[in-house]
T-cell receptor
């Protein structure tokens, strides 16, 4: 079993839809959870960050972590064509010098006008 | 600030040739990383550095070497390229461990094809 599993997609939704993106993980030591957004032919950029369990909201984006189920989600409200990108979840045990991020494979989202 | 830059943007190599990918960051970050991204495989860590003069192996280090002679630069070398090294290579940097977010800033990538 991979440490981080992410639905491979792709996912296509109409403009204005609510989008739910999910990752599951197997390692209970993960404490820091991130969502990166990657536009085509660009590098990933940090979209949301959450420590431990709980929700975090930033505009149309909400990140949710359920450590008891080892499950994280990213919700996008009122999705826009500009949200079309690949979304990667990432997580780490700690933030020390030798900490590393473990990434999901990413899911490609297309928002149709 | 330019952030993280990578040189070159594209390269085609023949099997057995060598090359060096250059990563530069102007944010005075301590930590730097090299990843490769392949379809269906996600981002995989090749090597990383936690400071000038230091390097360490990541998940997929075989066939690659790295050097961090200057804090702002992190070089990735392929001594004898193989078709399996065809990939998109990303460099990333992180300020240091005092930043609790653990955020990594990524460069735009280098697309490498080995024929």
């Amino acid at each position: 079993q991979k440490e981080v599993e992410q639905d491979p997609g792709p996912l296509s939704v109409p403009e204005g839809a609510i989008v739910s993106l999910n990752c599951t993980y197997s390692n209970s030591a993960f404490q820091y959870f991130m969502w990166y957004r990657q536009y085509s032919r660009k590098g990933p950029e940090l979209l949301m960050y959450t420590y431990s369990s709980g929700n975090k909201e930033d505009g149309r984006f909400t990140a949710q972590v359920d450590k008891s189920s080892k499950y994280i989600s990213l919700f996008i409200r009122d999705s826009q064509p500009s949200d079309s990108a690949t979304y990667l979840c990432a997580m780490s045990h700690y933030t020390g010098a030798n900490s590393k991020l473990t990434f999901g494979k990413g899911i490609t989202l297309s928002v149709r006008p | 600030n330019a952030g993280v830059t990578q040189t070159p943007k594209f390269r085609v190599l023949k099997t057995g040739q060598s090359m060096t990918l250059l990563c530069a960051q102007d944010m005075n970050h301590e930590y730097m990383y090299w990843y490769r991204q392949d379809p269906g495989m996600g981002l995989r860590l090749i090597h990383y550095s936690v400071g000038e003069g230091t390097t360490a192996k990541g998940e997929v280090p075989d066939g690659y070497n790295v050097s961090r002679l200057k804090k702002q630069n992190f070089l990735l070398g392929l001594e004898s390229a193989a078709p399996s090294q065809t990939s998109v290579y990303f460099c990333a940097s992180r300020r240091d461990s005092r930043v609790p977010r653990g955020e990594q800033y990524f460069g735009p990538g280098t697309r490498l094809t080995v024929t």
